[in-house]
């Protein structure tokens, strides 16, 4: 069925509406868009041979007997596909059974096959529109992942003859598997007709993942009375399997050999709709499919469409050949389909890595840098001058020097909802390689050695110059490639010079606490504060260190830090008895030092000590680094699993 359209799915027990919605969906290589039919009132033929090939059964068999009776009770009975109905009743449906035996057999037979439908969109009653191959004996493919990998390397996800012949392939296999990347089922603002003890009632989805008390996953839904409750998928399961091995029994009792393996309950809402009795190939011709219907509709060109794919298979193919270090990751439902229509909104975009961590995004559109993405479109043959609304090209525009991960490859909402990939999924970090060209960049995968290339933005509650670059650098250890560091007047309200731990956290608090009050601080991802005392021992040896305090945007926690310590000589000792500022009295009693930079505003106390081998900067960036270890473990200190830093568990 078309993506962006509405669907029911029409079983004894429960129906699922989608709403027609403009925002990025799924890719739609899964039983809500895997069949699109249609009509017509005149046939124009392609030049072809004058009878199907030989190499395919053209008389009832088993096999494709299994398969109608399938497509017949389950696809149309089930009214997953209204398409699919219409075209069924006007005899438009050829299903016929391949007899080869090997890879290489089946694409000859699929050759012939697409040559032998119609080319043009209107075809008269009872002549086949559309195909459906049914592949029974290569005995390798009684492995979905052989057959898989035949349909994504040698039919290329599908799109192999969709530029000479605009048709593309849709796969069905009885042990069908979706991609594990893409989260639950359901999406926000589904409406399920669900049984009660009062009768049907609808529900809409609130949430797709939520925690239920009883393990694993489930979704919330509204009911009309406004009343919420919490659904498990399993429950949800049931229902559908139920439905399923009706029309299984069903097959039995007609003869006909229609198992359907059935698996987990979660896993058969993902991928019953495409679990045919057999390995079949649907042939779909374009100008059948309402998507690409609705593409021109909106006056965009064929080439724009092809040129986009092409783009995407480059994209796909680094995708499914990671390097080390490129991780894999989940995208959560709800997690970037805002995001997308309005990069510039201030908000972020949750990916969620399949180890468990977590990064964050300004933008989702591809997994690589803007400027590489530009230099790729230009060689993947996509007509830029096409008007299509907001375009790549003004997406790449906008979201220039802001972090950029991947959710799905192509920011054409149709042409993504029109097809799975089976690359899409994966966050890509930094690379090694700082010379991609488009050209290498299907052999190259991007590597991951900080575990992720977001942009962070950080205010700190001085305008001190070796503190913005501790704060910088304490960032950047932890694997931020870029941190937007910004200082602002923040008074410590204590002393000039604070005495002991307690005072010089109270200031390191004061100042973190202006820096979060500022305009700046309250768009910031992190806020962070430093404050420099003294102590004094029992033996009365006078000791230098540092409080940092940093916190997350949308957290109350805040994390306190202790520098390391070092001594200072008696003669400063004494100055700051004194009331002397740390500072001052360090210029004062080494004066030949300043003029060599290990001053106040420069190296700093332990940068004259040292004669500049440890600087102010380095002093404050290890305990600005190890102030943000609580949000790299998020989960553990149980505090907000939401800043760009986690990379635990997602809650």
Known sequence: MGA??????????????????????????????????????????????????????????????????????????????????????????????????????ILRDLEEEVAALPSCPNVPEGVPSTTLLVCPHVSSWQDFDTFNEFYGNALRNGVLFEENFKVKLVAFHPSFIHSPLYGPVLEVGDVLTLPTSEGEVDATVLDADVEAEEPGEAFRVQLENGEEQVISYARLAELLQDSQYETVEDADEDGEDAEIEMDEETEILENMAQRAPRPTFHLLRLCDDPLLQRIAAGGRSYSFRTGLMSLIDALEEQLLNPAPGTNAVEIRRNSAIDRLQAPKDGTKAQVLLRDGSRVEADCVIAAIQPTVLGELLKTSGLDLSVSTGQSLCQLLEEIKNKSVAVVNISYDKDVLKERRLRGAGYFVGSSENHELTPQSLVQTSWQRPHHCMIAISVVVGSQSAPKLEAARQGFERLGSASVEVTGVEADSGVSAQPFGMEETRLGALNRLKAARASAEGTVADFC???????????????????????????????????SATHSVPPGITKMLR??????????????????????????????????????????????????????????????????????????
């Open 578 to 651: 004194d009331g002397i500022e740390l500072g001052v009295a360090t210029d004062r009693f080494f004066a030949d030092r300043v003029e060599a930079g290990y001053g106040k505003h420069t190296g700093g106390t332990i940068g004259a000590l040292s004669y500049g081998v440890v600087d102010r900067v380095e002093f404050y960036a290890q305990p600005a680094c190890l102030s943000l270890v609580p949000f790299l473990n998020a989960d553990a200190y149980g505090i907000s699993r939401t800043n760009p830093l986690h990379r635990g568990p997602a809650g």
């Open 528 to 562: 962070i504060a430093f404050e420099g005392g003294v102590e004094e021992d029992a033996e009365g040896v006078m000791a230098c260190f540092a409080v940092v305090c940093v916190q997350f945007r949308d957290d109350d926690f805040i994390s306190q830090v202790r």
């Open 4 to 105: 962006g359209c509405r669907w029911s799915l029409c079983m004894p027990h429960i129906k699922l509406t989608r709403a027609a919605s403009t925002e990025l969906q799924r890719p739609s290589h899964d039983h809500k868009a895997v069949w699109a039919f249609a009509g017509g009132a005149a046939w124009c033929e392609r030049k072809r041979k004058g009878h199907f090939p030989r190499a395919v059964s053209n008389g009832v068999d088993d096999h494709s007997a299994a398969v109608k009776t399938w497509l017949h009770k389950f696809i149309i009975g089930k009214n997953f596909c209204p398409w699919a109905k219409s075209v069924s009743d006007n005899d438009s449906v050829r299903v016929v059974t391949s007899l080869a035996t090997t890879e290489d057999g």
